[in-house]
């Protein structure tokens, strides 16, 4: 079976600040890692994935995520936020064909 | 490319009634999957569709049930909606890959809209 567990329900940061979402999963094998963004009344877009290449995944709009096995992690940063980021953002795992299984997902809020 | 479309946008039902939610896929994808994301919560897997039949399925009974067109497009039925049936209803598309007839994984899902039904 595989879980997803975002920390942190709703996260506040600064304009221009450093965002960092938390992600840990389990697995039973290696998995496939994703990073979903959702505005408001819309679908999800994808930021960025981890298909075990490299450990740090660069994805749209400046933000990246570090696969780390050892802390089964794969948290998603951004150096400075925009206003633009404020949305819904969900870590999700899946092994192989299989469906996603999402986290619950994290409010990111922008204060200006 | 219009991406991966929904239809209706919204909806309202009454408790034991039936609805159908239809997604048209990303085009050159093969394979639909559903996904239930009720408020505040994030989107749980119903069940995935590839060459029109039922691959894999997620933890939601059989009154949830669908279709797969041999255009790609899909459809999702509900029967006897209940009140916490109440959700954006998601649709993704995606390519299967596989090897010597085995399916091991799949290229990017692109995700639709999504249908917001509400039971009253």
Redesign the interface.
Known sequence: AQSVTQLGSHVSVSEGALVLLRCNYSSSVPPYLFWYVQYPNQGLQLLLKYTSAATLVKGINGFEAEFKKSETSFHLTKPSAHMSDAAEYFCAVRRGADGLTFGKGTHLIIQP | DAG?TQSPTHLIKTRGQQVTLRCSPKSGHDTV?W?QQAL??????I??YYEEEER?R?NFPDRFSGHQFPNYSSELNVNALLLGDSALY?C?SST???TSGI????N???????TRLTVL
């Open positions: 991966v999957s996904y505040g919560q994030g989107p749980q897997f069940f995935q894999q997620g998601l993704a299967l890959l596989g399916l091991i994984s799949y990017e899902q692109f995700f639709g809209p999504g």
